[in-house]
């Protein structure tokens, strides 16, 4: 297990500092929103576990930051593993760290947007507030259709244009 250095814990900083602006001050409600973007993107390129971290701590300040309603742990969730599974997916696939293939990052990310956007989030929402599942779930996937395309390709340019720059190293892995 890879321990986690000072610069993991800053690079992790920022992102969920970047995913609660992007989650909740830029964002238009049910239009756009690209808080889940630093969560996949900590997930992909400094592992699983950080990616978790990022997604849960980020879910928890951002609700503190601005509330949308009465806490609820499912969400804290959806959003730790929305970290984890692109970071597992993205180390099974053995995605090269100077040059990610496109499709290893695609299938990353469409594997746990899937299963946390389009499946758990509509599940919890039914549960809990007792949203209609389908309709919910065909939302969220409209949703991602646009989003994992565009995560893909922005994660892949940004992680090859920090690679080349050095603020890659080797110790930080796509």
């Given at each position: 297990?890879k321990?986690?250095n000072t610069?993991t814990?800053?690079?992790?900083?920022f992102?969920?500092a970047?995913n609660?602006?992007?989650?909740?001050?830029i964002?238009?409600?049910?239009?756009?929103?690209?808080?889940?973007?630093?969560?996949?993107?900590?997930?992909?390129v400094l592992?699983?576990?950080?990616?978790?971290?990022?997604?849960?701590?980020?879910?928890?300040?951002s609700?503190?930051?601005r509330?949308?309603?009465t806490?609820?742990?499912?969400?804290?969730l959806?959003?730790?593993l929305t970290?984890v599974?692109?970071g597992?997916?993205v180390?099974?696939?053995k995605?090269d760290?100077?040059n990610p293939?496109?499709w290893?990052?695609f299938?990353?990310i469409?594997?746990?947007q899937?299963?946390?956007?389009?499946?758990l989030v509509?599940?919890f929402?039914?549960?809990?507030?007792?949203?209609p599942?389908?309709?919910?779930m065909l939302?969220?996937?409209r949703k991602?259709?646009?989003?994992?395309p565009?995560?893909?390709?922005?994660?892949k340019i940004l992680?090859?244009?920090?690679?080349k720059?050095?603020?890659?190293?080797?110790?930080?892995?796509?």
């Amino acid at each position: 297990m890879k321990k986690i250095n000072t610069s993991t814990i800053v690079i992790s900083g920022f992102l969920i500092a970047l995913n609660v602006v992007l989650s909740r001050i830029i964002t238009i409600p049910g239009i756009i929103n690209f808080g889940g973007f630093p969560i996949i993107f900590g997930g992909i390129v400094l592992g699983p576990i950080v990616g978790g971290i990022v997604g849960a701590v980020g879910d928890v300040v951002s609700f503190i930051v601005r509330p949308t309603g009465t806490f609820m742990p499912h969400f804290v969730l959806t959003s730790a593993l929305t970290g984890v599974i692109p970071g597992l997916l993205v180390k099974v696939l053995k995605n090269d760290t100077a040059n990610p293939k496109l499709w290893k990052i695609f299938i990353s990310i469409l594997v746990g947007q899937v299963i946390t956007s389009v499946l758990l989030v509509p599940y919890f929402r039914q549960v809990l507030f007792g949203h209609p599942f389908i309709a919910t779930m065909l939302n969220a996937a409209r949703k991602q259709a646009v989003n994992v395309p565009l995560y893909s390709i922005i994660l892949k340019i940004l992680v090859q244009s920090l690679h080349k720059a050095g603020a890659l190293r080797t110790s930080h892995r796509c």
